[in-house]
């Protein structure tokens, strides 16, 4: 395996929290796809999640970044999900998608962990 690009990114879950107290449903449908959104909605906490969904995005974002055109990649062309076994687990769609055959990616390895406080993310572009 051989590592093509490495991300990190930490977001402050009050944060979080303010743009969905003023923004509201218009967070959930600017920054993350239905799935995500449905998801967040259904924890206990929702603004721990989207802080973390945010901070992986931003992460594989930074992952994918080192051409022009990688920065036009957006919110929702980075989806965080999960593998069958629990693990987190990004499906990349649109511009990201793109940007990471041209980097012949072969997996983005994703690792997440929040608090009631803070949410961190750290992602790694992988090759076989």
Known sequence: MSAVGVGVDLVEVSRARAM????GAHVFDRLLTPAEAEYCRSRPEPA????????AKEAVYKALQGSEAARGIGWRDIEVT???DGRPDVA??????????ELLVTRVLLSLSHTHEAAVAIA????D
Request: aromatic residues 0%; proline residues 3%.
């Open 20 to 23: 969905v107290a003023d923004k």
């Open 48 to 55: 721990e999640h989207v802080a973390v969904r945010l901070a």
């Open 82 to 84: 999960r593998a069958p």
């Open 92 to 101: 990349l769609t649109g511009l990201a998608a793109r940007r990471a055959k």
């Open 124 to 127: 790694v572009l992988s090759t």
